[in-house]
């Protein structure tokens, strides 16, 4: 699992990075909003922790473009005010939870699971993407004429590239989030890549998977 952690109080996130390290998280910390929002965009995270008060761009701010563009990514709000308004702010722009400063390190990590939770409980079983919906529970994928059946890593395997659109994905990271303990390779990714973009094809589908680079994969729309 790997974390983004936005706070212009270097110390204040150092720490956070240390303690998410200490409870086998990953991260990339940043100390402003402007490369919090560059950081979002350029790589695939997990659960996003943002202060509220920094230069460049605020933490709300941040957030707003994010959900602008379609990222759901989990996030965490921080400040250092108690007051509602602040609260109902990042709620109203689309945080998923808020957390005041000085805080209980237990308490955090407590934070960040119940997210990480939360997101895999509350995903839709259809996704859409260009013409095609993804069904997670029916393992299949249809244009509204055709429709045709996936195999269960497939499904999660597309699923995960399409919240991800846009985003190019190592396969490194495809087989943390898709095989984990399983035993999958670079092969293994690549194998399933070429399932799907047989599959995509079959259904004519206005989406593409595309390597930028050797084992990494990018889901974009078709012009």
């Not at 200490?22 to 909003?33: A, K, P, Q, R």
């Not at 409980?121 to 059946?149: F, H, M, P, W």
């Amino acid at each position: 699992m790997k974390i983004l952690v936005a706070d212009d109080e270097r110390d204040i996130a150092d720490a956070i990075g240390i303690i998410l390290k200490f409870n086998n998280f990953e991260s990339d910390v940043v100390y402003d909003g402007t490369s919090a929002y560059s950081k979002a965009n350029e790589n695939v995270y997990d659960c996003i922790v943002l202060d509220i008060m920094m230069p460049g761009m605020d933490g709300i701010d941040v957030l707003k473009k994010l959900r602008d563009e379609n990222n759901n990514t989990p996030v965490l709000m921080l400040t250092a005010k108690s007051q509602v308004a602040d609260k109902v702010n990042g709620l109203n722009m689309g945080a998923d939870d808020y957390l005041t400063k000085p805080f209980n390190k237990d308490e955090f990590i407590a934070r960040i699971n119940v997210l990480l939770r939360r997101s895999k409980t509350y995903n839709s079983n259809t996704l859409s993407c260009g013409n095609i919906v993804l069904d997670t529970e029916a393992l299949k994928i249809s244009n509204g004429e055709t429709s045709l059946r996936l195999a269960g890593k497939e499904v999660e395997l597309l699923e995960y590239l399409i919240h991800n659109k846009g985003k190019s994905i190592s396969a490194e990271k495809l087989i943390e989030k898709i095989w984990r303990d399983e035993g999958g390779d670079s092969n293994t990714v690549t194998l399933y890549i070429g399932y799907l973009r047989n599959k995509l094809k079959s259904v004519k589908a206005s989406v593409k998977i595309v390597s930028d680079k050797e084992y990494e994969y990018c889901l974009q729309e078709t012009e």
